[in-house]
């Protein structure tokens, strides 16, 4: 019986191996800049970890089977109470493990991070493509200030062009991430983030949300659609034939909760949209949240301060 039970494990641990043989795994195969390099963090990471795992996990099998209760032979004495040696070593490979890893997770924490632009030997000379995105209950909308155009659970981008994604939130906390191509970043009412993303390849990569948000979570997907010059311009025309035109009113009956939608197109945007979304005026008659932090301020004692030394500054009363 108990061979049968050990068989029974080997076995399945063969399929299970097998069956993940076969999945398409892109955060270790992306195809985007920033992809790539959070792509040799972890494998270097990993690398560097098997240094002291595999050792550890030779040793816990070596001495479980020497000293085993079986073993009558076996004589378990020890003498390192006062190993200076050892204790060097148990330490000194430690913290060297660690201060390599800590050094590697700032300098590539620091070059890939979030918001900061691409450099130019990768981004090249092409303007950056700017999208606005905004995370609704469960749908993402993408507003491209460029073209005055907007699109609901879709984005078209191309290759090799670095793209510039402003993101907020209009009720719950989202996640955006398109694995393929880099980072996530966490989309927050009142906040505006910043991520910056690049494909030097044309293809079609899943995006979705990787932060849970409710009943219609499982659909809020989107495709980024990474395409040549020409087919984007062709897709920018096909967006502006829309007959749906993304205002206030809009804008207010789409970010009504629902579930599984299409994709859509709107062929014209209201000026500074994405400005009242992040500042939570968009209903008319709403005072914008900095026009509310400037009358705090200069309500606060360092107001009062300032427009007494600054004619040109009046503490509101």
């Given at each position: 019986?108990?061979h ?8 399945g641990?063969?399929a299970?191996m ?31 970890m ?27 004495l ?6 200076h ?6 330490w000194?490979?430690p ?8 050094i ?21 000379s ?5 999208i606005?995105?905004v ?40 996640a ?23 494909s ?14 409710g009943?219609?979570f ?25 007959r749906d ?13 629902s ?10 945007v209201?000026?500074?949209l ?14 914008c ?29």
């Open positions: 019986m108990e049968i039970k050990k068989l029974s494990y080997f076995f641990a063969a299970l097998s069956l993940l043989s076969g999945c398409d795994i892109a955060v270790l195969q992306p195809v985007g800049y920033i992809g790539k390099g959070l792509r040799d963090l972890i494998v270097i990471s990993f690398v560097l098997l240094f002291v795992v595999i050792p550890v996990m030779i040793a816990v099998i070596v001495f479980a089977f020497k000293y085993r209760a079986s073993n009558k032979k076996a004589e378990y020890p003498d390192w109470g006062k190993s040696k050892l204790e060097f070593w148990m000194v490979i913290i060297c493990m660690v201060s390599v890893l800590a590697l997770s700032a300098y590539y924490t620091h070059k890939y991070e979030p918001s900061r632009p691409l450099d130019k030997s990768v981004a090249g092409e303007p950056v493509l700017q606005d995105a995370a609704l209950d469960w749908k993402w909308l993408f507003i491209y200030p460029q073209y005055g155009v907007a699109t609901v659970n879709e984005i078209y981008a191309p290759a090799g062009r670095e793209v510039r994604i402003q993101m907020t939130a209009e009720n719950s906390v989202n955006f991430w398109v694995p393929d191509l880099g980072s996530i970043l966490y989309a927050m009412p009142q906040m505006n983030g910043k991520l910056h993303l690049i030097k390849e044309t293809g079609v990569y899943k995006g979705r949300s990787a932060n849970y948000s009943a219609g499982s659909g809020m997907q989107f495709n980024w659609h990474s395409v040549s010059q020409g087919d984007f311009n062709i897709w920018i025309a096909k967006a502006r034939q829309s035109r993304l205002d206030r009113a809009s804008y207010l009956k789409l970010a009504q909760a579930q599984d939608n299409p994709v859509a197109y709107y062929s014209g209201e000026k500074d994405y400005y009242r979304i992040v500042n939570r005026c968009v209903v008319s008659g709403t005072v949240n900095e026009e509310l932090m400037r009358i705090a301020a200069a309500k606060s004692l360092w107001g009062q301060l300032c427009s007494v030394f600054d004619p040109g500054v009046v503490a509101v009363k």
